[in-house]
Each structure stands twice: as structure tokens, then as C-alpha cells.
């Protein structure tokens, strides 16, 4: 009897557990849906029909089908925005990723001592406000008085004009991205290493190779993936950069520095053109979607889990 | 030469190239707090290192005082606080459900969870806009807070931690009555606690140094946020008064806490950083 009685009490509990488990699962993944569905799916689909319109955002929207994206192909500050944001993707795949692989070999060399402390210096970076370290690197770029100047100026050499003339802008821009992304990159490229096992580079210095032969023949091609992963997003957050320029240079001398972004947020902001800027953002859409796709691709997303 | 010696030197060479290194990278960061003792004069004086003529704190002392410094903190910290609070709810919650349940069409909305990291944040700046101005969010702190509780990657994030926690665990709370809710709270929560430290770390600082966003939708200093205020002191100026002593403490208010931050809880954020990238 009691036996009974509790078997039944523990079936029930069990249905009514299993009623609440078909249904959890919804409610607990609901709130993304519903915070993505208004905040960035609908925004996202209008953004698409602006991009066909003519609006400032006051007067009746006119329809001009495509004369946005025809408009931004003839435009030449935007090819001008569109030149500095690949030459900074270039110049960060070019050489900060190299930097940061070579960083993260030497950080996780066995005979570095005290390697947390300079691991913990090099990331300082990483969490560094963008904005406040922009205002520190606007001064020691300055002309006459800059710290980066000091070796020219006590020469008594002409001192690089670094935030006013057009190439040298571009330079003072990359080297403030690659000051900042450096330690990021080293942390990935770090967690890859420790996954390359050990018995590789034993095997090797029993033949005798030299560090630098190990270098090429172990480590980079054992690390190819995570280069793969990391050069993905150098380029997404290459494509999406806005601070550095907006605040060191304000996209200037004569759009030399300007970015993607910052065309972008000008058009649509400080000109209220917002269906041109619109069709700027669906450009910026389509490029960031087919990156992320290799990256997705890379992730394994795509293959059949379990 | 002798190998040993040789070894030696390679040992040498590579402290001096890698404390070398380390040094260049802090030094912004240090020639930062050191200015904040300066005058505008001598932050502009070479060699950087010269000494200020007086050691004060007058630099924080103005800005405390003449700036509406305080407001910008105060706001920031709000922003950040809360956003976080909820984004470590709603993603533990949401990752639990995809690390472990079955139910129909999971595989699909976990392709648009994921597929919805594509969205460029740029893409939709200008409509997001549109719609923070149509439901009257222009200048309000739920335009920091809403659109940002329940980013995919966090979601991602906690799922990678909460799979690894065993299933007998749930089934043996299920058997002893507890509700599914119950179950995350007390079996999950507890045992994915480094996970939710490094949602945590990433989320507050995400928000607390981001700019394009509060720069667009916040107006006046009793809404805007440290960047944000920080940006408009260099702006308001004229070129030649640019109070930059006082920039230079607002950068340290803003950076040294967060890198104190970062390096007590190390560990937790490069796990963040690198789940994604070590697995696949």
C-alpha cells in the first residue's frame, strides 16, 4: 500500500516535472529572442528598406530604389573611408599578427622568468579605456613637444608632423591600434600554443633544430588554425573601427584617416542622411556577414554536433 | 662558442626583448598617471620624465570640483552595474536551456543565437537610433541597459561552461521535486561560478569603455558616460585651453581601477577570451 502511494506520488511529480521541462527550456532562452527580435532584427530589416529611401528623418521618406548604393560607389570620401579601413586591416594582419605570435612564443618560453608579471603588463592594454588612451597617444604625437618626437627634436631635426600630414596620420592610427590589440592577439595565440604537445619540440631538439627552424616547422603550421581564427577578427574589428580616428585625428587632415564607421556615423548623424547611411551600414553588413562565415566555418557551427 | 654559454645568452637575450617589450606597452598607460600631476605647461615639456614642479592633486581636485566628473562616474557605473546583472541572468539562463535540453527546433534557434553575432553593431546604429528616439529612450538609461541584456556571445559562453557541469546532477534534483528553475539556480549557478566571473569582467568592461553608442543616444552630464564626458572636455575647449592636466586624472579615474581589476582577476578574463578560440 504505502509503497504504492509513493510510486504513484513520485510518477506524479515525474509527469508534472516532465510538463515543466518541455516548456523551460523556451521560457529560459526567450528573453534573447525578444531582446534580439526588437533591438536588432527589426532595426536591421529597416535599415534594409532605408537603404532604399531618401530620408532626413523630418520630411516624408522618398523611395530612389538603389541610387543610395549607386551613389556610394561614385562617392570618393568613400573610397577614401573604405582605403584607410583595409589599410588598417592590412597593416594590423601584417604586422601586429606577427608581432603577437612572436610575443606569445617568447612568453611561453620554459626559461622566462617572471612570465605572469609580463604576461599581466602586456594585457594592461586590452581593458585600457580606448578613449582615454587615445588622448595620452594625442600627446605624445604632438608636432613640437611629443614624446615620440624627442629623438628628431634634440637633433635638430625636422619633427614628424604625425597627426597633420596625410600618411603620417595613417601611421599615428596604426600604431595606436596595434598598441592596443597586440596583447589581445598575444592571448589568443597563447591559449594555442598550449594545446601543441610538448613531445614535438623534444623530438626536434633531439635532431638539433634551431629555435627558428622550430618556429617554422612546428609551431606556425601547428598553430594555423587559431592564425586562421585570429586574422577573422582582426579583420571584423578592423572593419568596425571608430574611436581611434573619431578622437585622434576626428578623420582628418582632409578625410586622410577617416573610417568605414566614421563615414557612417557623419553621414547619418551630422548630415542626416539616413538612408544613404543606411546603405552604407548594409555594405558594411554584407562584408561582416561573409567574414563571418569563414569564422563560423571555422568554428565548426556547420558540422553535425553529436 | 661554448653551448652553454651560448644558452646563456639566448636566455638573456630573450628577458631583455620581452621586459623591453612589457616596459614600451605600460609606458602610455604610466606617462598617463604621471601627467595627471602635471600642469598643461609641463605635460607639454621634454623629457617626459622631468619631475612636476610641485607634486598635487589639483588636477583630480578640479576635476571633482569644477567638472561634472562625479555624474559621468556615477552614470558609468550604473550602465555598466546593472547591465551586467542582467546579462549574467538571462545568459546563464539561456545557455543552461542549450547545454542541457532537448527540445524542438533548438538546433535552428541555436543557429540564429549564433548567426545573430553577424549583425554588425554599425549596421543598425542609425535605426536603433530611430527606434530609441520613436519610444522616447534618446537620453534615457534604458537605451544603455535593454538593447545589451542578453548578447549571444554571452549565451554562447555560458553554455560552453554549463555543459561541462554533470546531467545526473539535475536528475537527481528533478527526482527530488525541484522545478527546472530551481534546478539552475541552485545546482547550475553554484557550480558555474568562474563562468559568470568572466561574463561578468567582459560585460562591465564592454560597457564601461564603450563610446559610439552613449555618444550617439545620451545628451547633458546627467546621463552621459565616462568616455563620453572625458571626450567633451577636450571638445568644449577652445585649442589653446585644453585642460589637459585634467584630462589626464579623468583618464587615470577612468583606466587605473579597471586595470587593477583586470590583473586580480587575470585568469577568469583570458578564459573568456579564449573559449571560443581553443576549441574547434
Request: with cysteine.
Amino acid at each position: 500500500m504505502i509503497q504504492s502511494a509513493l510510486a504513484r506520488g513520485r510518477e506524479a511529480r515525474a509527469s508534472g516535472g516532465l510538463h515543466q521541462h518541455k516548456l523551460a527550456p523556451y521560457a529560459f532562452i526567450s528573453p534573447f529572442y525578444v531582446l534580439f527580435g526588437f533591438f536588432f532584427m527589426a532595426p536591421s530589416l529597416i535599415a534594409l528598406v532605408l537603404s532604399l529611401f531618401r530620408w532626413d528623418g523630418i520630411n516624408d521618406p522618398r523611395f530612389v530604389l538603389t541610387r543610395n548604393y549607386g551613389r556610394l560607389v561614385s562617392d570618393k570620401v568613400f573610397a577614401q573611408a573604405a582605403t584607410n579601413t583595409a589599410i588598417y586591416a592590412i597593416a594590423s594582419l601584417l604586422i601586429v599578427i606577427p608581432i603577437a605570435l612572436v610575443l606569445a612564443v617568447l612568453l611561453n618560453s620554459k626559461s622566462l622568468r617572471f612570465s605572469n608579471v609580463w604576461r599581466a603588463m602586456y594585457f594592461t592594454p586590452v581593458v585600457t579605456s580606448t578613449v582615454a588612451i587615445t588622448l595620452v597617444f594625442q600627446i605624445l604625437y604632438n608636432r613640437d613637444t611629443g614624446f615620440l618626437n624627442a629623438p628628431l627634436i634634440y637633433l635638430g631635426l625636422e619633427p614628424i608632423y604625425w597627426l597633420g600630414d596625410r600618411s603620417w596620420a595613417k601611421v599615428a592610427i596604426i600604431i595606436l591600434i596595434a598598441w592596443r590589440s597586440t596583447g589581445l592577439l598575444t592571448i589568443y595565440f597563447l591559449a594555442g600554443l598550449q594545446s601543441i604537445p610538448e613531445e614535438l619540440y623534444e623530438a626536434a631538439s633531439i635532431d638539433g633544430a634551431s629555435a627558428l627552424r622550430r618556429l617554422f616547422s612546428i609551431t606556425i603550421p601547428m598553430l594555423r588554425p587559431i592564425i586562421l581564427f585570429v586574422s577573422i577578427i582582426v579583420l571584423l574589428s578592423s572593419i568596425q573601427i571608430f574611436d581611434e580616428p573619431q578622437i585622434l585625428t576626428g578623420g582628418g587632415p582632409a578625410n586622410a584617416t577617416m573610417s568605414v564607421v566614421q563615414y557612417l556615423y557623419e553621414r547619418g548623424f551630422t548630415r542626416l542622411r539616413l538612408g544613404f547611411a543606411s546603405a552604407v551600414g548594409t555594405v558594411l553588413f554584407a562584408t561582416v556577414f561573409i567574414l563571418s562565415l569563414l569564422q563560423l566555418q571555422w568554428y565548426g557551427v556547420f558540422r553535425k554536433e553529436d | 662558442m661554448d653551448p652553454r654559454i651560448a644558452q646563456r645568452l639566448s636566455v638573456v637575450a630573450l628577458h631583455v626583448v620581452v621586459i623591453s617589450g612589457a616596459l614600451l606597452t605600460v609606458a602610455p598607460i604610466v606617462f598617463m598617471i604621471y601627467s595627471s600631476f602635471k600642469t598643461t605647461t609641463e605635460i607639454f615639456t621634454l623629457p617626459p620624465w622631468l619631475p612636476p614642479a610641485e607634486w598635487s592633486f589639483k588636477n583630480y581636485e578640479i576635476l571633482l570640483t569644477n567638472w561634472p566628473f562625479p555624474y559621468w562616474y556615477i552614470n558609468s557605473l550604473i550602465y555598466a552595474g546593472v547591465v551586467t546583472v542582467f546579462v549574467l541572468f538571462f545568459c546563464s539562463l539561456a545557455g543552461f536551456a542549450f547545454a542541457k535540453y532537448q527540445f524542438r527546433a533548438k538546433n535552428i534557434l541555436f543557429i540564429i543565437l549564433i548567426g545573430s553575432t553577424m549583425i554588425p553593431f554599425q549596421l543598425i546604429l542609425i535605426p536603433l537610433f530611430i527606434l530609441m528616439s520613436r519610444i522616447d529612450w534618446v537620453n534615457h538609461p534604458a537605451s544603455m541597459i535593454v538593447p545589451w541584456m542578453a548578447p549571444a556571445f554571452g549565451i554562447f559562453l555560458m553554455r560552453q561552461y554549463i555543459q561541462a557541469v554533470p546531467t545526473e546532477l539535475m536528475e537527481s534534483a528533478r527526482i527530488d521535486g525541484a522545478s527546472e528553475f530551481r534546478i539552475y539556480a541552485q545546482v547550475i549557478v553554484p557550480l558555474v561560478r568562474p563562468g559568470l566571473t568572466t561574463l561578468a569582467i567582459l560585460t562591465f568592461l564592454g560597457s564601461w569603455n564603450s563610446y559610439i553608442w552613449p555618444l550617439m543616444v545620451l545628451r547633458g552630464n546627467e546621463v552621459i558616460t565616462l568616455p563620453v564626458g572625458i571626450a567633451t572636455m577636450r571638445s568644449q575647449a577652445t585649442a589653446a585651453q585644453i585642460p589637459y592636466g585634467e584630462m589626464m586624472a579623468a583618464a587615470s579615474m577612468v583606466s587605473v581601477p579597471v586595470i587593477i581589476l583586470f590583473v586580480a582577476l587575470q585568469r577568469y578574463f583570458i578564459s573568456g577570451l579564449t573559449i571560443g578560440a581553443v576549441k574547434g
